[in-house]
């Protein structure tokens, strides 16, 4: 994790130190690639020509204006000084991204393409709400790659470039301010009411509607003093005249503040409520979001607005009402230490987390490095397939096998079985992969082989099954009921879902998703030495699910497809304990954490959850390629002589029909986070009858891979070979292999 050698240097044309939505975007970004270490130079228009109001604050070292803005010519400042630009360039900047196009001295700019382009890859972010006329100067440039952030400007978009330049990376929030002080403090040193509910209001929103509301709530409620943040002089004059002659009253405090966001940041957490409403008729069309949404949600404040267009992107994490009566029905509420605000507050964090900087900022650092490497690309190797050894399933369910279940009644557990993990210790390869019972709860079973192909021994019943509230959906009936009349039967309405193993010295761990009301990625282990016993000694269902122990959910969100691995050599730490705190554990042995936010991998050390992290960036959806809707991790790596090389999924449209495939990816051994190779093609694909028909049709999934003739945890060179043990159409459990290097460039 850190600066990556084929990125010299980022020029960012985009506005900056304004109140508008193109500096809300550029900045979350470009603050995390210069606290990162990267080389990054703002080139931003002049003052005298904003986009929107100039924040008052001194621009950093690294920000050069030399532009006006379109539309906004003065005979008195030069359109573009375009030296500023060339000598950035000569100076080793090698990726230049504009923003909003539409916005920038587009003759000008159009003029000098061509010699950015030879020295640079070029990149657009898009904000247009809206395609420009087919004969604008803005289909002109020949843009590298497009970055949107909202669905609907892919769409527009494709009808002029193709779709293989284009990329979806949402809107970043803003960084959690550095503010250490409490809100009675902040309040103190703003000179706010210590004893009051504060409702806030900005300068870019809509006063005079919401004041209807706003007034009347506060006559019935007289501990509620209302502050609004406007721009200027006039705009407090106005804003105060209008509501005077319509209603008789104003807002308690109307303030002019444009300082830095910073400043904007302590408002809002010394206010107990935010109100965002852009006005009774204005809905917005195209790409339009909320950029002071982004920009403030997280902080600790809930958010109120009227329900647009505009809050769209943020579903239910932030409130958003209909007319008058919802409007002050729902501040009641929030203002009030209700279950309503505690859980906004929840979502409103979730989404903050979701959007971080560091996410967002590291799929643009993913982007600039497949743009400038072709793709992760070698160009002396040619990746080969993994070949399948049998043509057929290496097994598949017993359909007739009952257990008790976990509610004390008799169920058939195998009606399919498929995405097992693997490991193999001492030269005997164990298999704990998931099957779907005939009451639509997923369980974990064990296959045990002394050669990874033929079968030693299969336990009748599972060893992991759901036991925590986590693991089940609350109202299990209604789950069933639903399936019943969509389906016609149960599919998967619950339970533990694909397995992945991961052995580090005396410790089995095992990441899983739970299937309760939401799937979430969780965690449990058991010892070695337990878990050979409970083989040896016959344990039943209840002995082994008392063996695990449960580390529950890693994330309090929608999360899948985990892997662990760990970057120091060797299996010679010290014995883990009994402890239920497994991700500490993890930590202070130093482990690496994959998994899958939607549609992209992210990687992480798992001590970097202490301080709320997700991840950066591992890995993202090609467009145009056969990975291009949706990547998640496959079998924990495998560590060889050239690095780690992972097994992954990728899904693509293929003849209309989403395809899930298996790709290779080879990362650095100092530096898992760095991916040096990515496999242009699959190197498995559905082809046999058992994968492209079955449950769900056209899947080959991995969650395990192992060393043939060597243990997990052996360090593999080119001539070693693998057994990648795969679902096929969610249904069978097969096996395929190839040698290290068929899958991963070995110079």
Known sequence: MGIFSEIEGIIFMTSWNTDGGVFRHALPIVDWMVKKGYRVKVLTHYRETPHGFNLNVEDEEFVERCYTLQGKRKDELRTLNTEIIFDALKEGYNLFVAEDLGMLPMEELLEIFPRIKKKAKTILVNHDNLPKPDGSIFWKFDWDCIINFLEYQMDFMAKHYPR??????????????NIVKNKVELRSELDLPKDKKIVLLFGEYDFIDSFEVLGKYRKEHDDTFLLCLVYTEDQKNLITRTLEEKFGESYDDVRIEISSWENRAKYVMASDLVVLDKGRKKFGKGAVLSSTAFQIIGWGTPIIARNSRYFDVFGDSIVTYENDDD????????????????????????????????????????????????????PNFTCGKLRRIFRKPLFTARKDLEITS???????????????????????????????????????????????????????????????????????????????????????????????????????????????????????????????????????????????????????????????????????????????????????????????????????????????????TFEMPRPGSWDSLKIGAGAPPL?????????????????????????????????????????????????????????????????????????????????????????????????????????????
């Open 327 to 378: 409007m002050f029905e729902k501040i009641g509420q929030l203002l009030n230490d209700s279950e309503k605000r505690r859980e906004t507050l929840k979502k409103q964090e979730k989404f903050h987390i979701l959007h971080n900087p560091e996410r967002i900022s590291t799929k643009f650092i993913w982007i600039f490095r497949n743009l400038l490497t072709g793709g992760f690309k070698s």
């Open 639 to 747: 560590k060889t002589k050239y690095g780690f090389l992972h097994i992954f999924h990728g899904v693509g449209l293929k003849n209309g029909t989403a395809v899930y495939s298996l790709g290779s990816i080879l990362t650095a051994l100092d530096d898992p986070s760095k991916v040096i190779y990515v496999s242009p093609d699959p190197i498995l694909e559905p082809e046999e009858d058992y994968e492209i028909n079955g449950w769900v049709p056209n899947v080959v999934f991995t969650c395990g891979a192992v060393p043939r003739f060597r243990d997990s945890g052996d360090v593999l060179d080119g001539e070693d070979e693998i057994l990648v043990y795969y679902g096929g159409a969610d249904e069978v459990m097969s096996v395929a292999t190839a040698k290290v290097r068929d899958l991963i460039p070995t110079s």
């Open 164 to 177: 293989d330049r284009l990329y979806f990376v949402e809107f970043p929030t803003f960084p959690k301010p």
């Open 406 to 616: 976990e509610n004390g009644e008799k169920v058939r557990w195998e009606r399919l079985v498929y995405n097992s993990a693997a490991f193999k210790v001492n030269g005997i390869v164990y298999l704990i992969y998931r099957a779907l019972g005939f009451d639509g709860i997923s369980r974990f079973g064990l296959w045990i082989s002394e050669d990874g192909l033929k079968e030693t021994l299969r336990l009748d019943h599972p060893i992991f099954g759901p036991r925590e509230d986590y693991e089940s959906p609350r109202n299990l009936n209604e789950r069933v009921k639903e399936h019943l009349k969509f389906f016609g039967h149960a599919r998967e309405i619950g339970g533990v879902e694909d397995p992945r193993i991961t052995v580090m010295g005396d410790t089995i761990y095992m990441l899983y998703t739970a299937y309760g009301d939401t799937p979430k990625l969780s965690i449990a282990k058991m010892k070695l030495c337990d878990f050979l016993r409970a083989i040896e000694c016959g344990f039943s269902y209840e002995e082994w699910q008392s063996l695990w122990i449960r580390g529950g959910p890693i994330f309090d969100f929608e999360d899948k497809d985990g892997v662990l691995f760990f970057a120091d050599s060797g299996f010679s730490f010290g014995d883990s304990d009994d402890s239920q705190d497994i991700v500490e554990e993890l930590a202070q042995r130093g482990a690496f954490l994959i998994h899958r936010i939607p549609p992209d991998m992210q990687i992480l050390r798992m001590a970097d959850l202490r301080k709320g992290s997700v991840g950066e």
